[in-house]
């Protein structure tokens, strides 16, 4: 059989197998559940789609299916390895506990980080000409990215701490609207769109991602099975619409938001125009010919082992990651890579825009023993997230911060190790702002509650 007929096997079994677990462990669900899910998810329907629209033909099958194999095996160890935490880990993990918790938030507070949010971002527009995301390095010249790719790194800092804190708005927003009723389910349904208006600006997954919790919490909260046979009708007859969203998206997404005022190219739309593009698939067919799949990184690196073109690193690849995340206020010298080129670069392969996941990262830095290296990096996520939610529970605002912006790292499948690190960064990035608001406004709050009962006794 060709590559091709082999991934679009594998990547429906992966899928399948997704589904069949998802729908077992349902009632159960925890936050480890939802990571397998949207691996089996985005990532074997990735698959699937990159063997129909491109030829494969120059990929040695046994070696493309080895890389699925590998992914699923690894979903396999890292699902029976949760199963050995203690129970008091695994409570705070389950998905109807955490949306129990984030119903708490105060509306005020939703509000609060929406408008903090908006005003960053409308700040570095008006600053640097962009919303700043991590495709705002992207601009139609040359030219132009020379000019706008130099950011403080505040900005930088803020703006990473930002793309979390939007999935926590949406999170929490999420849940307020399934408990709302009236005109408050307006309010809350126009805030939501307001928040994915934001989650567009970082790309089409990112709205992927906000989908997938999003149809994840409805599904919780109303009682019903997500993985029926009714649901799967329902998300096929959603594909025109969300190939419909793409076609539009890929067309227009830099005409406004990410190139300064004076430098876009912007061209009139008229209706015509706009129901052309959303109708012809051309450019996400094109979009999706010409970008490289996940499993492919994958599939190059596990190749130049195979042929032992080059060993594994072991630990090599996670120490430059840890340098680059480093200030260079307090290591002047360092020299920063990118850590997809960083790694290409051991095996020999060319400079290019690879598709960044931590499958093929930590393949790259320790070989096959990436089936046990990676689940143990996630465990290690989960249980800290489990003593992070049981520490904040008489703090609701902490407890949705440091279980959004975990969640959201889990969603991105499209990850690496930086983004790990970044994640910590913002926890105690977050933590630090908390405390030293607690510190600076608790004689505020105390005094006031010392002189009401001296008021009361006055009287």
Same mark, same amino acid.
């Given at each position: ?10 990547? @429906?079994? =992966? ?6 677990? +998802? /729908? ?56 029976? +390895? ?11 993990? %389950? ?26 971002? !409308? ?87 906000? =989908? ?11 009682? %019903?099975?997500?993985?029926? !046979? ?22 227009? %997404? ?11 190219? #912007? ?10 593009? +959303? ?7 094109? #979009? ?69 996941? #931590? ?14 290296? @990676? ?18 529970? /008489? ?51 105390? /005094? ?9 006794? +006055?009287?």
């Amino acid at each position: 059989m060709s590559s091709d007929t082999i991934l679009v096997i594998f990547s @429906l079994l =992966m899928v399948g197998l997704g589904i069949v677990f +998802g /729908r077992l462990r349902w009632w159960r669900l925890d936050v480890v559940d939802v990571y397998i899910l949207m691996v089996a998810v985005f990532f074997g329907i990735y698959t699937f789609v990159d063997a129909l629209v491109k030829d494969h033909s120059w990929s040695d099958p046994a070696l493309a299916a080895s890389v699925i194999a590998l992914v699923i095996a690894t979903l396999m160890v890292l699902w029976l +390895g949760s199963r050995l935490l203690p129970p008091q880990i695994k409570e705070p993990l %389950r998905v109807r506990y955490l949306i129990t918790q984030w119903e708490r938030i105060d509306s005020r507070f939703i509000l609060l980080l929406v408008g903090l949010m908006l005003i960053f971002e !409308l700040y570095t527009y008006q600053q640097f000409g962009v919303f700043v995301s991590h495709d705002t390095f992207v601009t139609p010249t040359e030219e132009t990215k020379r000019e706008l790719a130099v950011f403080p790194y505040w900005v930088t800092s803020i703006a990473a701490l930002t793309i979390a804190l939007n999935f926590c708005a949406f999170v929490a927003a999420t849940t307020k609207l399934f408990a709302s009723t009236g005109k408050e389910y307006v309010y809350w349904l126009l805030l939501l769109v307001l928040i994915l208006l934001f989650a567009t600006f970082l790309g089409r997954r990112n709205v992927f991602y906000y =989908m997938f919790i999003f149809i994840l919490i409805w599904h919780l909260v109303k009682g %019903r099975n997500l993985f029926t !046979l009714r649901t799967t009708y329902l998300l096929l007859l959603a594909v025109p619409v969300l190939l419909v969203f793409s076609n539009i998206y890929q067309t227009y %997404r830099y005409h406004e938001v990410h190139i300064a005022p004076g430098l876009t190219n #912007n061209v009139p739309i008229d209706v015509a125009e706009f129901v052309s593009v +959303g109708t012809s698939a051309e450019v996400t067919y094109s #979009n999706l010919e010409n970008r490289m799949a996940m499993w492919e990184f994958s599939y190059l690196i596990l190749e130049k082992q195979q042929h032992n073109f080059a060993q594994p690193p072991y630990g090599i690849i996670i120490w430059q990651d840890l340098q680059n995340t480093i200030p260079k206020v307090l290591w002047p010298h360092k020299v920063p890579y990118n850590i997809d080129l960083f790694t290409a670069d051991r095996y020999g392969l060319p400079a290019y825009d690879y598709p960044t996941n #931590n499958f093929a990262t930590v393949q790259g830095d320790f070989g096959y023993l990436s089936v046990i290296v @990676l689940p143990i990096q996630l465990l290690f996520v989960f249980t800290s997230l489990a003593v992070l939610v049981q520490v904040t529970r /008489r703090y609701p605002v902490l407890l949705l911060l440091f279980s959004g912006m975990t969640l959201y790292y889990l969603l991105a499948i499209e990850s690496d190790y930086h983004y790990l690190v970044l994640l910590y960064r913002n926890i105690i990035l977050v933590a630090i702002v908390f405390l030293t608001l607690q510190i600076l406004l608790y004689p505020l709050f105390s /005094r006031q509650h010392i002189s009401e009962p001296a008021a009361r006794h +006055g009287r």
